[in-house]
């Protein structure tokens, strides 16, 4: 009896380890197909955008000509959008997640609210932000929607929920016990968490906060719900300017019908991804330079 209970355990066991090794090698495959498609996906962009890796990018502005065209106006339009979306969204986010996850009652049904509410705005698809600033522009005066502040707000609107739940699980990780110590010596809530928590939690939140600038440097939805320009031939010099970034220029140059168009929107395209990942690796860096293994 015992003997026939272990002939059929061996093969349960047998018959599970075989849908395991099947399951593995899909998951493989599938990861395979994929990372084929992004690589030639990649190198087709790379190569069609051979012919324009050039200075005149970088220094000369939109033309209907396309040899003359550069992406200087979306290139410091990008630079710029993204810098006050950074004015806007890291000091709110982050004032944001310590008073949640430090200072407020857990137990109290609005913050539950505001924690629940977060989180799904941390999913909500790009346009409803462009939506929601629409009637914030409105509701302020605004009559021409398509202004650097505009762009920002829309921007800073989407990646704040990001920012804050990166924050809070920087935070998070902090341990207890240095709260407990800084409190027992006599500091006050604040001083501990101006003092130690948000210092060792810095690395974290530098993280979240720099991939959450990447995700906003390479939206375009919102900005073309607000009708950001694509032909633009000068560069953005206040709140009030009209702008375009580098996807909406993208954008532009992908629907024009003349080839050379899209030659240089290939080469825009790998320049923005250049730096993305550039951005991505100096949060990669700075999380393994800098975080503490507590």
């Not at 890796?53 to 040899?67: C, G, I, M, Q, S």
């Not at 539950?112 to 914030?136: D, F, K």
């Not at 939140?205 to 009708?227: D, H, K, N, Q, V």
């Not at 990669?284 to 293994?293: G, P, Q, V």
Request: proline fraction near 4%; avoid cysteine; hydrophobic fraction near 55%.
């Amino acid at each position: 009896m015992s003997f026939d209970v272990g002939v059929t355990n061996k093969s349960k066991n047998s018959e599970s380890n075989i849908k395991s090794m099947l399951f593995l090698g899909v998951l493989w495959f599938s990861l395979f197909v994929a990372f084929m498609f992004l690589v030639i996906l990649l190198v087709t962009t790379f190569m069609n955008g051979i012919g324009r890796y050039d200075l005149r990018l970088f220094t000369e502005y939109n033309n209907t000509t396309p040899k003359d065209a550069g992406a200087r106006a979306a290139i410091l339009g990008s630079v710029f959008v993204v810098s006050i979306t950074a004015l806007l969204a890291i000091p709110i986010g982050i004032a944001s997640a310590i008073y949640l996850e430090e200072f407020a009652d857990k137990t109290k049904w609005y913050n539950r609210a505001i924690e629940l509410n977060i989180q799904n705005l941390a999913a909500v698809p790009a346009i409803l932000y462009g939506m929601l600033t629409l009637g914030i522009l409105s509701l302020m005066g605004f009559k021409n929607k398509n202004v650097v502040f505009g762009g920002a707000l829309a921007l800073a609107l989407l990646i704040l929920p990001v920012i804050i739940l990166t924050t809070r699980e920087a935070l998070r990780a902090v341990p207890q016990e240095i709260r407990d110590g800084s409190l027992a010596l006599g500091a006050t809530q604040l001083q501990t968490v101006g003092r130690q928590t948000l210092p060792a939690a810095v690395p974290g939140i530098a993280t979240g906060t720099i991939l959450a600038i990447s995700r906003a440097m390479g939206e375009a939805a919102p900005l073309l719900l607000l009708g950001a320009l694509v032909f633009i031939t000068y560069d953005p010099n206040g709140l009030t300017a009209g702008f375009t970034t580098m996807p909406i220029q993208i954008f532009g140059w992908t629907s024009a019908p003349q080839e050379e168009f899209k030659t240089l929107a290939a080469a825009a395209i790998i320049l923005l991804l250049a730096i993305l990942l550039t951005l991505n690796a100096i949060a990669i860096f700075i999380r393994n330079k800098f975080a503490k293994r507590w």
